[in-house]
């Protein structure tokens, strides 16, 4: 009798079983992104003309700008996916894994630290493991800086610039990520049979620190933060924040124009020390974008038209209502709700993550049969085993942020800001070239912003009375 495809699984010892419903899931994932992705581009290639209820809004010339960006950026996106998808099943095949952590192990032993020093091999592989990543991600990062945004007309960088700001990337990720790391196992390692309570709050304190220092010690070692000089603007942020009780304590325009011309605006800070950062390229005024160079008389009319159409980024009005949205986010304890979901997803992971670690073939089943690493059993739990639960998570977490951005619109409604949180959100996918036509279950799986016709017909009920 022929053995049926089922019986053949449970023979299988369980750490195949493991490795294979692993690599099954990843490819399945694959195969699910890479038909949504089909699904979208067939969107693209075939909605040609603006749609009736967008004529109002944009302007054919736009649109097709828009279409060819984001045909090109999914189409780069289809190639890198198919390329990483392989790169990670090559990996897990070959024993990539193992390999490099034996190799970890032969260098911290040239350097003196034996077996013994488990922590300071899992150190040598996890700055082995980002820099091979670094490198085979590089041509990658190139082409989509280089080719795309470029093309596109977005990108501002030199070569020069992109070099510098990569290397000094990596350097600062390994100046966080080694330090941490090695407090975690060493947590993971002392913390006795409650290790997982442990080891949950020390990311909590170091993501609350992180969150903390970001904007003023680590975002400007790759941007230039200048105050906000006084003026209309200024006065008119703060008597609006002062409006909804919203503790602001400094205002900062970065500048984001040497990296990109794409524009955004945040805000951080906790309790009663908060900061609001604008991009350069968000504020008429200051965008680096419009203020083209001055030419004499012999300046021919193409020029001129050119730079009038660079104009760029949202009037003063227009800037108000953006920051009235993310305000929005504030008052309706929308950062709060998000911290506190990670925070229980981020519990309820290490506790299963210390139901799990005594598992042996978990171990065996990535190549490692006679060590049990606390870092490869965080990498195996963490990013392959709750890799299902991750992708139904981010899905719910893609629902909610959806509704979010509407109550924040809604928020800035009440403050009145409909009508030009109605013009900046025409402007800033003009600016961005978003492209407003989107299939159903692309736009409900990957979306995390509402489509724009969606927004604007929300806003528009308040915009007419």
């Known amino acids: 009798a022929m053995a049926l495809p089922g019986d053949l699984w449970a023979e299988l010892p369980a750490e195949r079983r493991i490795f294979c419903s692993v690599l099954l899931f990843s490819w399945a994932v694959y195969l ?3 038909f949504l992705a089909h699904r979208q581009r067939r969107v693209y290639r075939t909605t040609t003309h603006v749609p009736q209820e967008l004529g109002q809004i944009m302007d054919s010339e736009t649109f097709e700008k828009s279409r060819l960006y984001q045909l090109d950026k999914s189409t780069f996106s289809f190639w890198s996916g198919l390329y990483s998808e392989v790169e990670g099943t090559m990996i897990l095949l070959c024993g990539g894994i193992p390999f490099l952590w034996k190799l970890s192990g032969q260098i911290s032993g040239h350097a003196g630290f ?5 922590i300071v ?5 996890l700055l082995l493991a980002t820099l091979f990543s670094a490198v085979t ?5 190139l082409y989509n800086t280089f080719v795309i945004e470029e093309k596109h007309g977005f990108n501002q960088q030199t070569l020069g610039f992109f070099f510098k700001d990569a290397v000094k990337k990596f350097v600062v990720t390994q100046c966080i990520l080694l330090p941490v790391t090695s407090l975690l196992l060493y947590i993971i390692k002392i913390g ?13 304190v170091v993501s609350l620190v992180l969150v903390t220092i970001y904007a003023d010690y680590i975002a400007p070692l790759f941007d230039k933060f200048i105050p906000l000089p006084e003026g209309e603007l200024k006065q008119q942020i703060e008597t609006m924040a002062k409006s909804i009780d919203f503790p602001l304590t400094k205002v900062y325009v970065v500048e984001g124009s040497k990296r990109s011309s794409h524009s955004n605006a945040y805000f951080y800070g906790f309790f009663k020390n908060k900061r609001i950062v604008l991009f350069d390229t968000l504020l008429e005024d200051y965008s680096a974008l419009n203020k083209e160079p001055v030419e004499e008389d012999g300046e021919n009319e193409e020029t001129k038209s050119k730079t009038k159409n660079k104009k760029q980024g949202c009037k003063n009005e227009e800037v108000l209502a953006v920051l009235g949205h993310e305000l929005g986010h504030w008052k309706l304890g929308h950062t709060v709700k998000n911290i506190i979901i990670s925070q229980m997803n981020s519990f309820l992971c290490f506790f299963l993550f210390a139901v799990l670690i005594g598992r042996k073939e978990l171990f065996t089943a990535f190549g490692f049969y ?6 490869i059993g965080l990498m195996i739990i963490f990013q392959f085993i709750f890799s299902p639960y991750n992708e139904v998570l981010s899905f719910c977490l893609t629902v909610l942020s959806r509704r979010f951005e509407f109550q924040a619109d809604a928020f800035a409604k009440e403050l009145g800001k409909a009508k030009d949180l109605y013009s900046a959100l025409i402007k800033l996918n003009k600016d961005n070239l978003g492209f407003p036509v989107s299939d159903w279950i692309f736009s409900m799986w990957h979306y995390s912003h509402p489509p724009l016709l969606e927004r604007l017909q929300a806003l528009k009920g308040a915009k007419q009375e």
């Open 32 to 34: 699910w992104e890479a």
């Open 114 to 118: 034996g077996q013994e020093y488990e």
């Open 121 to 125: 091999q899992s150190l040598v592989f």
């Open 137 to 141: 991600g590089l041509p990658w990062s």
């Open 192 to 204: 006795g049979d409650y290790f997982f309570i442990y080891a949950w709050l020390f990311t909590l």
């Open 370 to 375: 006679d060590t049990q690493p606390t870092l």
